[in-house]
Nanobody
Framework: QVQLVESGGGLVQAGGSMRLSCAAS????????LGWFRQAPGKEREFVAA????????YYGDSVKGRFTISRDNAKNTVYLKMNSLKPADTAVYYC???????????????WGQGTQVTVSS
């Protein structure tokens, strides 16, 4: 089992920045790819970003490339999502997730956090 707890959500103006954190605990966290999905009201859950257990490899959803940066600190068992140039379209509940399969992360993580709300005002 891996437990994931997100923090850092809230309200920000368009064009602003925000950083989300996700603290992981349980099994050896460095064995897991970590990442983020989001879900806006009335929309399907969308892949945002993922990072390999080593921290060396990352990939992003098309809608956030160039604006969001994912990173991790394995000493703290924490993954971060730095979000810049935020848009109202980024408003969603952001979910942290963990998967043993880095290349399969988008298809279905093994564990999910409870989510944190991010609201971007225009």
């Amino acid at each position: 089992q891996v437990q994931l707890v997100e923090s850092g959500g809230g309200l920000v103006q368009a064009g602003g920045s925000m950083r989300l954190s996700c603290a992981a605990s349980g099994r050896t966290v460095s064995n897991y790819a970590l990442g983020w999905f989001r879900q806006a009201p009335g929309k399907e859950r969308e892949f945002v970003a993922a990072i390999h257990g080593s921290g060396r490899f990352t990939y992003y959803g098309d809608s956030v490339k160039g604006r969001f940066t994912i990173s991790r600190d394995n000493a703290k068992n924490t993954v971060y999502l730095k979000m810049n140039s935020l848009k109202p379209a980024d408003t969603a509940v952001y979910y942290c997730a963990a998967s043993l399969l880095y290349n399969g992360f988008k298809r279905g993580p093994d564990y999910w956090g409870q989510g944190t709300q991010v609201t971007v005002s225009s």
